[in-house]
């Protein structure tokens, strides 16, 4: 049900793209949230090389946390409002390129992040994204539109709040308006939180920016679009394995763009390579 071209006959053009002297496969639907990491954990005790996540970034993670300490690797064929994770390994956007892709692909390892005990792949938050992604997820409709037309709406009451940040050996007190984790460079449709994010080095970037007014949030939202927003003095950026963060008061949480809820306090951390994917 991800993203905005849910007309694609994907089953008729895996059975024209696929090779059938390279490939057999079988399609499975999911029934429930979270229905993804039991599918995927199956497939790979069934021996399957890769399991092909069909959509967008939440469908990703599902599947990605289906496949850890598994032998099988994760394929993506990007059917999302953003496909964050999928644009940062280069698959291609377009379906029946995607699926040839598969044919042969080659394979790789990346890190894998965690806040409170929900793993991530792409990015996760803290504040407004989380915020956000909140009212993303009830709007009735998907695609870039419906984010930017949610996130104008809700950045006039949106009010930040007091954190206190602990990493390596650095102790921040400060607001946050956004406090992001990034593994991969960006949130989706090329908005880049982290452009300098490497989903192999066994770092997250932290981007923080702890107030919004007017002037700022045109710079933030310039900077998200070009690329250049950790040189557009908007927001703070720092590396790190391992981050402690206690809020003033509670706030919501996402990974990978999909919410997950509030909490006091967030323990993030990154395990290297843990997963390995098929691109």
Do not use: W
């Not at 993804?36 to 069934?46: I, M, P, S, Y």
């Not at 960006?186 to 702890?210: E, H, K, R, S, V």
């Not at 003095?233 to 990974?255: I, N, S």
């Amino acid at each position: 049900m991800s993203g905005t071209n849910r007309r694609q006959d994907v089953a008729g053009l895996l059975a024209r793209y696929l090779d059938p002297a390279r490939v057999t496969y079988e399609v499975r639907h999911t029934a429930y949230a979270g229905h993804a990491v039991q599918l995927a954990r199956e497939a790979a005790e069934d021996g399957c090389r890769v399991v092909v996540a069909v959509g967008g970034d939440g469908t990703v993670n599902e599947v990605g946390r289906g496949l850890l300490g598994t032998g099988a690797a994760l394929g993506i064929l990007p059917r999302g409002s953003g496909n964050g994770l999928a644009r940062h390994l280069r698959v291609p956007l377009g379906l029946a390129a995607a699926i040839q892709r598969l044919n042969a692909p080659s394979f790789q390892h990346i890190d894998v992040g965690c806040i409170n005990g929900h793993r991530f792949f792409c990015t996760a938050g803290v504040g407004f994204d989380a915020h956000v992604s909140k009212c993303f997820a009830v709007a009735g409709t998907r695609g870039l539109a419906t984010y930017v037309k949610v996130a104008l709406h809700e950045y006039r009451r949106y009010q930040p709040t007091p954190v206190q940040v602990r990493f390596a050996d650095k102790f921040l007190e400060t607001n946050c308006y956004v406090l992001a984790f990034a593994n991969a460079a960006q949130y989706g449709n090329n908005a880049y939180i982290a452009p300098n994010a490497n989903i192999q080095d066994g770092l997250l970037d932290l981007c923080l920016i702890d107030g919004l007014p007017l002037l700022r949030a045109v710079r933030v939202g310039v900077g998200l679009a070009l690329g250049n927003l950790p040189t557009s003095g908007a927001a703070v950026y720092h590396t790190a394995q391992q981050v402690q963060v206690a809020a003033a008061q509670p706030l919501g949480f996402h990974v990978d763009g999909d919410y997950i809820g509030e909490a006091t306090d967030f323990t993030v951390e990154l395990t290297p390579l843990a997963l390995e994917v098929a691109v």
